[in-house]
C-alpha cells in the first residue's frame, strides 16, 4: 500500500489545518489507521489513531480534545482535524496503516503499524 499525506503548512497559534492521507488499493478499509509526528531529535509519537470500520478513535492527551481523526472508505482517505494549534504541534505529520487487519482497537505503538506515508510538515508560529 501506498500511503499520501497532504495539508499540512503555516499557520498561526490558534488556528487549524486539517490532514489528509489518501492509500491506494482495494484494502483500505479492512485497516486501522494511524497518525503520528516527529520533530528533529526526537521519537516518532502517536497522535491519533482510529479502527477500520471507524468505531472506535484514541488521541494522545496532548492533542485530546483539539484533534479529530475521521475516515471516509469510499475514498480511501483518513484525515486529521487539528484545531486550537499550538507552537508545540510543529512536527512532520505522517499517516500510518495498522498491520492487523480488522482490529477492533486502536494500537499506539509504532511497530504495530507497518505502511508509512512521507509526511507533510505542519508549522503553528506563536
Known amino acids: 500500500v501506498q500511503l499520501q499525506a497532504s495539508g499540512g503548512g503555516l499557520v498561526q497559534a490558534g488556528g487549524s489545518l486539517r490532514l489528509a492521507c489518501v492509500a491506494s488499493g482495494r484494502t483500505f478499509g479492512s485497516f486501522g489507521m494511524g497518525w503520528f509526528r516527529q520533530i528533529p531529535g526526537k521519537e516518532r509519537e502517536f497522535v491519533a489513531g482510529i479502527t477500520w470500520v471507524g468505531s472506535s478513535v484514541y488521541y494522545s492527551d496532548s492533542v485530546k480534545g483539539r484533534f479529530t481523526i475521521s475516515r471516509d472508505n469510499t475514498k480511501n482517505t483518513v484525515y486529521l482535524q487539528m484545531k486550537s494549534l499550538k507552537p508545540e504541534d510543529t512536527a512532520v505529520y505522517y499517516c500510518?496503516?495498522?498491520?492487523?487487519?480488522?482490529?477492533?482497537?486502536?494500537?499506539?505503538?509504532?511497530?504495530?503499524?507497518?505502511?508509512w506515508g512521507q509526511g507533510t510538515q505542519v508549522t503553528v508560529s506563536s
Open positions: 500510518a496503516r495498522d498491520q492487523v487487519v480488522y482490529r477492533t482497537v486502536v494500537p499506539v505503538a509504532r511497530y504495530e503499524y507497518n505502511s
